[in-house]
């Protein structure tokens, strides 16, 4: 089945210590998202790739970065995790058009990236 | 600044009741309205819905839009313990540029229990 596999599942850092999570898809998707959701919080963009196009949001902090290999992999690096940092950590992907609405935004997720910093 | 409100936070039902899950939203360049169950795992796909007033029905879940009044309902019959989950409301906006996609803004959900 078509689908993002999320690695790894869980990530245990210490404070300060880079991580690097990672994303891939299979469903030729030409977006890919990077979400945080902390717990009982909404999921909040942090930024975008549209094709090879990087989209920030303004309030992401620098201390988080992306890269996008390739169509497939999607990468989210944490430069120096706090514990503030701690949440999990969804990719999504979704084919979009701007001009047309027929199957755009129904973002397909997914199973997660749950972060612990120590 | 873009926002959706869910209500309410969370619910305790008995099976076989039904159930109301509301939800409003503040979006500029408003395109959609998406719902998504959230288990223990990935938020799943259950309704896009773009045109007020049409429901949108997959078994005993509906959906509705209002996009005069800026709210959405999810309708749950017939309960049962695995409908059990976070339900995610997210009102998506057009792109604003040339190389940016549209965007999802969610609510922070409505944490549903249905009991035996």
Redesign the interface.
Known sequence: DAM?IQNPRYQVTQFGKPVTLSCSQTLNHN?M?W?QQKS??????LF?Y??K?F?NEADTPDNFQSRRPNTSFCFLDIRSPGLGDAAMY?CAT?R?W?TG?TG?????????SRLTVL | EDKVVQSPLSLVVHEGDTVTLNCSYEVTNFRSLLWYKQEKKAPTFLFMLTSSGIEKKSGRLSSILDKKELFSILNITATQTGDSAIYLCAASSLPLYTGTASKLTFGTGTRLQVTL
């Open positions: 993002v977006v998202y979400y009982s919080q909404a999921p909040k963009l975008h549209y094709d196009d989209n969804l979704s979009d701007p609405l755009a935004n129904v973002l397909t997720f997914g199973a997660g």
